[in-house]
């Protein structure tokens, strides 16, 4: 593929700036994009961003565009006032740039004409840049879901897998890989599909994951196709936020999504926050759906197909 000169980071809203189908995209929660981090320094005329909403995150993201754009190349980023917006204008003016400001439907828009003598970027790369992580000694990254933590969610179905698994599964929304290790403890587990929409998290999972019986695929496994069929066991703690709101109908759609790729017999281990209506889908679609552990704000079901 021929270098862009052009690029898209996330999407932002049509209504602030429109969107060329030809331009390419380079967000990692939008599988088959373009990395950012592989753009030649001083190669791109423009860089449209929908800036992340955390602070190293963003301003790795705003880093990484700046050193890709040439001398005089525009930068336009954008995000909710509430959501990183307020902090964009400051940001960029730390690096060095000149920031003409905007706001409409509450959200900023900071456009810049790069300049020469920039300051600080090195250091935001670093700053959001895979790293060994601890208390969990594993490789992860700022933007990743519970990037450098435990999340309650999983703590409580790591707790609940008390039971070997075996043959063939699959980690829907697997992050960097901390339930497939649990779940590869099982010399009886064959084979272990780890899926994510977030190609960070895919990366940091192949560092931490050493075990030819892993694959990984950087995909959307809510999509039809997305995952094999005839599985034994689905691991799941799906995500109920999308684009930073709260969606309950999210972790329903992996649901229907593991229920689709087991095979009749098949089981699913699901953790979910108490108050999402999860049992809505999983009671219809499954044979037997048991709550197997309640505790700390969230259930856990064992679901049979």
Not at 123 to 133: D, E, F, I, S
Not at 216 to 243: C, I, Q, R, Y
Not at 250 to 270: C, D, P
């Amino acid at each position: 593929m021929t270098s862009p000169t052009r690029i898209l980071y996330g999407l932002p809203p049509l209504e602030l700036h429109p969107r060329e189908a030809a331009v390419p995209q380079t967000s990692p929660l939008i599988p088959g994009a373009l990395a950012l981090e592989d753009l030649a320094p001083e190669s791109l005329d423009e860089a449209v961003i929908l800036a992340p909403p955390g602070v190293a995150e963003r301003r790795y993201v705003l880093a990484l565009a700046l050193k890709a754009l040439k001398p005089g190349g525009e930068l336009i980023a954008v995000a909710p006032k509430d959501k990183g917006g307020s902090r964009l204008k400051g940001e960029l003016q730390a690096f060095g740039c000149a920031v003409d400001e905007s706001a409409r439907r509450h959200h900023r828009i900071a456009a810049v004409i790069k300049g020469a003598d920039l300051e600080g970027l090195d250091a935001a790369v670093a700053g959001g840049a895979p790293r060994l992580t601890q208390p969990l000694k594993l490789w992860s990254q700022p933007g990743v879901f519970s990037w450098d933590r435990i999340d309650p969610g999983t703590a409580a179905l790591l707790k609940a897998l008390k039971h070997h698994l075996s043959g063939k599964g699959a980690d829907i929304g697997c992050g960097v890989g901390l339930l497939a290790q649990a779940v590869l403890a099982s010399q009886a587990v064959e084979q272990l599909l780890l899926i994510d929409i977030d190609r960070r998290a895919v990366d940091c999972a192949r560092r931490n994951v050493d075990d030819p019986r892993a694959a990984f695929a950087w995909a959307d496994a809510t999509l039809e196709g997305a995952l094999p069929e005839g599985l034994d066991f689905v691991v799941m703690n799906p995500p109920f936020h999308e684009a930073g709101w709260e969606n309950k109908h999210l972790g329903q759609r992996f649901i229907e999504a593991a229920h689709r790729a087991l095979k009749k017999g098949g089981t699913l281990w699901v953790v979910a926050n108490l108050h999402l209506p999860y049992e809505a889908v999983l009671t219809p679609l499954f044979t037997r759906a048991e709550r197997r552990d309640d505790g700390g704000g969230y259930k856990v079901f064992e679901a049979k197909k």
